[in-house]
């Protein structure tokens, strides 16, 4: 682990973006939204690169993204991680969760679990949920794919600072989930869970298309045996007609050679626009009037608003 700030500090938080290509506007939601609750309680603000897929990745978006950070006036403790210098620290983790026996081989496609046709229908996302197909081990002929881990009847439940009361049964609305994916890749949920833990993050502000994922965390870090952060999901950026902002659909890149006018159009996203004319006096001076000002409770308890183009 490189050197970071003393884990001593009471608010840890991070931004932790995927290098598939430049900061847009939702990106910029969560980085700005991260950084002024960490500065605002006087604590560390980590940036993570999470460049776990290298297939996913866009050639030079980890140097842009960083570089945006920074004009837009954002500094963060500490080097960046990246989570392609983590491979020892996931494998261990998921050697750990194997031991304790908690993950099962699973020889399933994608198309197959599809086909087996079990949705949960008011998850937001309309989650395929796994039928457990290979629970009991794999059906004769199958090779081992993917690894899952065991969720069992669990139901988790956990107060997020801006969306409330969260609650979800694993069983029913997600099923055992891919900690290591079938291309060999670790997944998604378990590094974040290892270096959320290892960077002793206390707490997670991003945008609430990851509200889904988050009791899939918290059982994680329950199995692995580590604290759950405190979370804090900020809406999420749409377009007109209600696709979040990604670099998937092709979202314009913010320009960071004019930070002023964006960085004051995100602030007012998350409910605190500055007072007029303070987008030209540059991004010091609306950092400062943002972290004096910051209030989490003025933040729009929603988990999508769209923005004009
Ligand atoms: N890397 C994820 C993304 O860009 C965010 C992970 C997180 O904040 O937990 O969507």
């Given at each position: 682990m490189p050197a970071t700030p003393p884990a001593s500090t009471l608010y840890r938080g991070r931004f932790a973006p995927s290098p598939t290509g430049p900061l847009h506007f939702g990106s910029l939601v969560a980085a700005v939204g991260s950084h002024a609750d960490a500065r605002a309680s006087g604590g560390v603000w980590l940036v993570r690169m999470e460049d776990l897929d290298p297939l996913r990745e866009s050639p030079g978006a980890s140097d842009a993204i960083l570089r945006a950070l920074e004009a837009f006036g954002m500094e963060w403790d500490g080097p960046c991680l990246y989570q392609s210098t983590r491979m020892e620290a996931y494998r261990e983790a998921l050697d750990r969760l194997a031991s304790a026996a908690l993950t099962y081989p699973c020889g399933c496609t994608r198309k197959e679990i599809a086909d087996s046709a079990l949705r949960f229908e008011s998850a937001p996302a309309r989650e395929v949920v796994y039928p457990g197909t290979c629970r009991n081990g794999l059906p004769p002929g199958r090779a081992p794919r993917s690894v899952r881990l065991r969720v069992g009847e669990a139901q988790i439940e956990f107060d997020d600072a801006v969306q409330g009361h969260c609650r979800q049964q694993l069983g029913r609305e997600v099923g055992d989930f891919v900690v290591r994916r079938a291309d060999g890749h670790f997944a998604y949920q378990l590094a974040v869970v290892v270096d959320d833990a290892d960077q002793g993050i206390t707490d997670i502000v991003r945008g609430a298309d990851l509200l889904a994922s988050t009791a899939r965390q918290i059982f994680l870090q329950r199995c692995l045996g580590v604290p759950t952060p405190r979370y804090c999901h900020l809406p999420v950026a749409t377009d007109a007609t209600g696709e979040k902002l990604s670099k998937q659909t092709r979202a314009a890149p913010v320009d960071p050679d004019h930070p002023g006018g964006t960085l004051a159009h995100a602030l007012t996203f998350v409910g605190h626009a500055p007072p007029a004319g303070m987008d030209r006096a540059g991004t010091g001076a609306l950092w400062e009037w943002a972290i004096a000002n910051?209030?989490?409770?003025?933040?729009?308890?929603?988990r999508a608003v769209p923005v004009p183009d």
């Open positions: 910051w209030d989490r409770a003025r933040i729009p308890r929603a």
